[in-house]
């Protein structure tokens, strides 16, 4: 008796074997391109937690690459990208501004294949884009910064020059303008999102021409950042982004949420439910729940919290336009000087 059990049990599972294979198959191929480092407390990680949330909620074959390009390198990001495809997963997600120009490129080269760029802006007969609005929290962060500064000069540092950076850093000199416009704006990128030495240098220039008050769009870098305000003893804020930093440290008055974890949920969800459209960009917005929000510290008063509060209600209602293009100069660390923005172009070259 024992040994027809065994056997039957043996071609029970010799039966589902091929069976569970089936169904392996039958499920999408989600692959997520991730340029940084995957566990970089910031824009990164984002996608990881999206990566980690498509394997729980959806019945698909999920799998995720990292590490590629600190610097962003187009070159390096196409060819990631490529060798993901050759791979042949249903759809493609690549997480962040910097992989519009290689999934234009890949795109075209695997028309089979569907793809979708975080924060991105591009748009193909098998390319669409689900961008996070990054820009209606950090126009807040500008705000909170405009309204608590005492020095009435604000930094930002962010490292990469991607368009979505590009749009944050603008939104947040645009909300700082609405609320103090006689502040002044130290803004600075410094080439490299995850290197703590040259960001915290970036942060002690600023301080030194008077900031006290600092936005970061930056990744494992911020950490550089943290270090250098917290080494002037309460003097100088930190507003943060993607997450919520006032949770973990009190340097921070502030953070920019916007989690492009869930973007990167939905554009998987859509795909699986059929409803993915190509040639679209899809966005998500203050309002739209948790998603994008500004975070307080514990010590931001009443009176700021009631003004906040107002100019978010004036952003969703379209009373408050967000202005997305920032003309300015930028402050330079390395010598204390303001430059023109072509001087960014030299040091893209050299990065």
């Known amino acids: 008796m024992h040994k027809l059990g065994s056997t039957a049990l043996l071609a029970a599972g ?153 749009i944050g850093r603008a939104a947040f000199y645009d909300g700082v303008k609405h609320v103090n416009p006689d502040a002044r704006f130290l803004t600075w990128f410094t080439g490299d999102l995850d290197n703590t030495d040259i960001n915290a240098q970036a942060a002690a220039a600023e301080i030194a021409a008077g900031a006290d008050v600092i936005y970061t769009m930056l990744n494992a870098g911020r950490q550089g950042v943290i270090d250098e305000i917290k080494s002037h003893g309460g003097k100088v804020r930190h507003i943060g982004n993607v997450s919520d930093w006032t949770q973990v440290d009190a340097s921070f008055v502030g953070s920019a949420v916007a989690d492009a974890s869930v973007a990167i949920l939905s554009a998987a969800r859509d795909f699986t439910t059929g409803d993915w459209q190509p040639d679209q960009i899809t966005e998500i917005g203050l309002g739209q729940g948790e998603v994008v929000k500004l975070t307080l510290a514990e010590d931001v008063s009443p009176e700021i919290r009631q003004q906040l509060d107002q100019l978010a209600a004036k952003l969703i209602s379209g009373e408050i336009r967000i202005n997305t293009t920032y003309e300015g100069s930028e402050f330079n660390p390395a010598t204390g000087e303001f430059v023109d923005q072509s001087y960014k172009e030299e040091l893209k070259a050299k990065s």
Request: aromatic share 6%; proline share 7%; net charge negative.
């Open 14 to 166: 010799l039966a589902l074997a091929p069976l569970t294979q089936a169904l392996a198959q039958d499920r999408p191929d989600i692959a997520v391109l991730i340029p940084g480092k995957h566990d970089d407390n910031g824009f990164m990680q984002a996608a990881y937690r999206g990566y980690e949330k498509i394997k729980a909620e959806l019945d698909v074959n999920a799998s995720y690459v990292s590490n590629i390009s600190a610097t962003s390198d187009p070159a390096l990001l196409t060819e990631a990208m490529r060798k993901l495809a050759q791979e042949g997963p249903d759809l493609i997600i690549a997480h962040g501004g910097q992989c519009n120009g290689p999934a234009e490129i890949v795109s075209k080269e695997f028309p089979d294949i569907r793809f979708v760029v975080i924060q991105g802006h591009v748009q193909g007969p098998n390319l669409s884009s689900y961008v996070v609005r990054q820009e209606d929290s950090a126009w807040l962060a500008g705000a909170l910064a405009g309204l608590t500064t005492q020095s009435d000069v604000v930094g930002h540092i962010s490292g990469a020059w991607p368009k979505p950076g590009l």
